[in-house]
C-alpha cells in the first residue's frame, strides 16, 4: 500500500503478527507502507522505491535487521528502526553501534511505543530538511 500524500515506510518483519500490529499502528497515522518477510526482499524494495523510515526485524532470513539498517545506510540517511528483544545492546551485538540514525524498538511490540517510536523518527527526517515523500511521487 502507498500513500502519496505522506510518509512512506518500509516493514520488514517475518512475523506476520508482528507485520500486522505495525501495519495497523502505521495505517492508524495515515502512513503509506511497503512490507516484506526477509532481509532480502526487504533491500529490494528499499533500492527500488524511496522510503521515509525503515521498520525491520533484527532477527529475519535472508540478511537480518542488522545487515540490512548498514545497507541502508550505505545508500541513504533514511533512519531505520530495529525491532529487538534484546533492546540496545542489539546494536552493538550487531557491530551497528556506530552507525547514525538506527534506532531500537523492543519486542514484544507496545502499540503506543511503537507509534512514538515512529512519530519521533519521522519528525527527526522533516527537522533535517529532507521533506517526506512529496505529494505525487513514487515511494
Do not use: H
Request: net charge neutral.
Amino acid at each position: 500500500m502507498r500513500n502519496r500524500t505522506g510518509p512512506t515506510l518500509l516493514i520488514a518483519d517475518d512475523d506476520r503478527k508482528d507485520v500486522q500490529a505495525i501495519v495497523n499502528v502505521v495505517s492508524g497515522l495515515g502512513y503509506g507502507f511497503i512490507t516484506a518477510t526477509t532481509g532480502a526482499t526487504a533491500w529490494r524494495e528499499f533500492s527500488r522505491s524511496r522510503f521515509d523510515l525503515v521498520v525491520a526485524d533484527l532477527n529475519m532470513p535472508g540478511g537480518d535487521g542488522g545487515v540490512l539498517a548498514r545497507r541502508v545506510r550505505t545508500r541513504s540517511t533514511t533512519p531505520v528502526v530495529l525491532l529487538s528483544e534484546l533492546g540496545t545492546a542489539s546494536l552493538e551485538i550487531c557491530g551497528i553501534d556506530e552507525l547514525a540514525g538506527i534506532e531500537v524498538a523492543s519486542k514484544p511490540l507496545v502499540a503506543a511505543n511503537l507509534r512514538d517510536t515512529i512519530e519521533r523518527q519521522l519528525q527527526l527526517v522533516l527537522a533535517s530538511g529532507q521533506p517526506a515523500t512529496p505529494s505525487g511521487a513514487a515511494a
